[in-house]
């Protein structure tokens, strides 16, 4: 089924009627669309509502998150209330959207006209498709990273929704998003503070009073996530968080996605915002927490089952248990299918272990043979394929230069220039489009590549020292490797054991 995305933005027009504001204007655009796409039986997998209302890109959080979806050329659209909800900023940032939709293939739908922007007649876009040069591509996009990098170093906000206890607003006389205090707010997220610096209570616990004392976070009702949140969030001490959340490449189902992961090591800013608490509560809290943590490690008991969260029952699903015999009995510790009316029976622990990690290394030996043969081929093939497009492309380009230069120099007449101009700019679709293609394959090779940089290793790593590792070694690195393992034991003592690699089959 072919996937969509919605965007929705307040345009300047939309400010004529003061009263209304943005969410009513963001709400009546989203029913007029979403009846449209049930009409039309449109599926939308992701709504992306743009509050804040900058126009140039990188104030609109929203657009580059949009960008950054397209782009993984999953999306067959992007559906809006009219063109212009996506063009509007300069011509070069409008530019580089339709780009990015054209060479992503993606369409967009607007109640009253589709635009597929690979069909050369529609000649709206032409403008837009001149005026984009390759070399604007290129500086617009660095520019669009430095841009960013740069707002945070000066203590900008860059987030879509402002975090609890301040509201976003734009700053005046220069770009970009700062935050203002929320009164009220604020001084829920200072008592949040003491609750646990000073009074000691627990995460849960301050979740628990804030619900009963009718107090709305943002998403409603207060959770341990949300505390931990707050009590971990240096935007309070009047800091900026920057690259707290990269995009990060994962498998998922067998194949590669996107994912936004929190990272540790992310930069801090000096924030031209107001602090709402001081550096002695945001102490307490760090104080209280390493304490906590400490307890804990001591508190837990010792792992002893290497395949903990991995192992699964292979006739009813259920996450296998190990069970460990009375002093009085005299058996080693089994393996147990814990639901009730399965008819699983109980498998010894060693000698499942000794058979995954024998059907471990033959699949690796069938495994590492394969790649050996498969990489070298597929690599070389499209890295030259790709240089003989690219010199192509060069080529259309200069020739593109060329006609610029004869229309300056009068050699060429207005209409000479646009019709050789436009053959080659279907020319140079024909190749970019070619040039894609082999750009997505030769990503889709450097994904696989990537995850076996990681798992390689790992995998090779237990192989060879299996007897050496402890439990929770052991435990941390088939994690790393294998996506899960079944077992079953049948009533007459027949045992079956699957196992299911990370690593991406070719
Ligand atoms: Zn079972």
């Keep these: 089924m072919e996937r969509y995305l919605m965007y929705l933005r307040k345009s300047r027009m939309d400010t004529d009627f003061d009263e209304i504001s943005v969410e009513e204007t963001l709400n009546r655009h989203r029913r007029i669309l979403e009846s449209f796409c049930k009409e039309r039986r449109l599926n939308v997998v992701d709504v992306l509502e743009e509050v804040v209302s900058g126009e140039s890109l990188s104030s609109r959080p929203k657009m580059l998150r949009l960008l950054e979806l397209v782009n993984t050329g999953m999306y067959a659209g992007v559906i809006c209330i009219d063109i212009e909800r996506l063009s509007r900023g300069s011509s070069l940032e409008s530019g580089y959207i339709m780009q990015v939709l054209q060479t992503n293939n993606c369409k967009i739908i607007t ?66 998003n700062s935050l203002r205090i929320e009164p009220k707010e604020a001084k829920v997220v200072r008592m949040i503070f003491d609750m646990y610096g000073k009074q000691g209570i627990g995460y849960n616990t301050i979740a628990h009073e804030l619900n009963q004392m009718n107090i709305p976070s943002l998403t409603g009702t207060w959770g341990q996530t949300s505390i931990t949140n707050i009590l971990n969030n240096e935007v309070y001490l009047g800091m900026i968080r920057w690259k707290h959340e990269p995009t990060k490449r994962v498998v998922k189902d067998g194949m590669l996605t996107k ?125 030259t394929a790709l240089s003989i497009v690219r010199e192509q492309l060069t080529e259309l380009q200069l020739q593109q230069d060329k006609i610029c230069e004869y229309l300056e120099k009068g050699i060429y007449t207005i209409e000479m220039f646009t019709k050789r101009n436009d053959t080659l700019t279907r020319e140079i679709h024909k190749v970019q489009a070619a040039e894609n293609e082999l750009l997505k394959k030769q990503g889709a090779q450097k994904d696989i590549h990537d995850v076996e940089k990681e798992i390689i290793p790992t995998t090779q790593h237990i192989l060879d020292s299996y007897p050496q590792l402890s439990v929770e070694e052991k435990n941390r690195l088939w994690k790393i490797v294998m996506e899960r393992i079944t077992a079953y034991r049948t009533p007459g003592g027949e045992v079956s054991i699957h196992i299911y690699p990370k690593l991406p089959m070719r």
Aim: aromatic share 10%.
């Design 111 to 176: 109640p009253s006209k589709i635009y597929d922007l690979q069909n050369e007649s529609d000649e709206q876009f032409t403008d837009m498709k001149f005026m984009f040069s390759r070399y604007e591509l290129k500086t617009i996009t660095k520019r669009l990273v430095r841009g960013r990098n740069q707002s945070a170093s000066e203590g900008k906000f860059l987030g879509s929704v402002a975090p609890y206890g301040y509201r976003a607003y734009k700053l005046v006389g220069m770009k970009g």
């Design 259 to 383: 994912k936004r992961v929190t990272s540790k090591d992310y930069e801090l800013y000096e924030g031209l915002h107001e602090p709402i608490i001081d550096q002695e509560q945001w102490d307490r809290v760090k104080a209280v927490q390493s304490s906590r943590n400490h307890a804990s490690v001591h508190k837990d008991k010792k792992l002893m089952n290497p395949f903990a969260t991995i192992l699964f029952c292979e006739k009813c699903g259920a996450v296998m248990k190990r069970n460990v015999p009375a002093k009085t009995q005299n058996t080693s510790p089994w393996y147990r299918c814990p639901t009730r009316g399965c008819n699983c029976r109980t498998i010894k622990c060693d000698f499942l272990e000794a058979e995954v990690v024998k059907a471990m290394s033959q699949w690796w030996g069938e495994y590492t043979i394969k790649i050996k043969e498969d990489k070298v081929a597929q690599t070389d093939s499209t890295e």
